[in-house]
């Protein structure tokens, strides 16, 4: 099994709709969660941290589960700008190594 | 400059070539990371440096030799590359390696070996 799991994909959703993406981790002592984004042939860039209580910038909401070990990101009212790949990251606790997941690909359509 | 930056771009080089990347991180950081990405592959971790200290390799062949004088400096000495290794390079920093903190990237290297 990975230490980290995602859905490749592709997600195809119309303009304004509201899609939701989840990450499952395998290390139940996992402490610190991110979601990243990363368009063709750029780098990844930070979207958001996760954390325990949940948490919200404008149209992105990131919530952690840790009873069920899986991360999510929703994202409402979808953007054309919106496209790209989501990567989930997971810290192990102290100083190990990140893992990232290996990406959804999201297409927003007009 | 800000943030993380990698010289050069892009990169052509042949098998018997020998070159190498550079990475700069202007952000106060100790963590240093090389990672390797092939055309819609995912990222492949292949070093981390946490306060100059190489603590990760992850099974990279030794045409790639990493190097970290300092915490803000990481280079990738390649040599006898292979076509195979034709990818985007990327070098990421963090405060320190792990929990809690977040990577940030360079822009990477694309590198094409003919």
């Known amino acids: 099994r990975k230490e980290v799991e995602q859905d490749p994909g592709p997600f195809n959703v119309p303009e304004g709709a509201t899609v939701a993406f989840n990450c499952t981790y395998s290390n139940s002592a996992s402490q610190s969660f991110f979601w990243y984004r990363q368009d063709c042939r750029k780098e990844p860039k930070l979207l958001m941290s996760v954390y325990s209580s949940g948490n919200e910038d404008g149209r992105f909401t990131a919530q952690l589960n840790r009873a069920s070990q899986y991360i999510s990101l929703l994202i409402r009212d979808s953007k054309l700008s919106d496209s790209a790949t989501y990567l989930c990251?997971?810290?192990?606790?102290?100083?190990?190594?990140?893992?990232f997941g290996d990406g959804t690909t999201l297409t927003v359509k007009p | 400059e800000t943030g993380v930056t990698q010289t050069p771009r892009h990169l052509v080089m042949g098998m018997t070539n020998k070159k190498s990347l550079k990475c700069e991180q202007h952000l106060g950081h100790n963590a240093m990371y090389w990672y390797k990405q092939s055309a819609k592959k995912p990222l492949e971790l292949m070093f981390v440096y946490n306060f100059k200290e190489q603590t990760e390799n992850n099974s990279v062949p030794s045409r790639f030799s990493p190097e970290c004088p300092n915490s803000s400096h990481l280079f990738l000495h390649l040599h006898t590359l292979q076509p195979e290794d034709s990818a985007l390079y990327l070098c990421?920093?963090?405060?320190?390696?792990?929990?809690?903190?977040?990577?940030?990237f360079g822009p990477g290297t694309r590198l094409t070996v003919t």
């Open positions: 990251v997971v810290n192990p606790p102290n100083a190990g190594k990140s893992t």
């Open positions: 990421a920093s963090s405060q320190i390696a792990g929990d809690p903190y977040e990577q940030y």
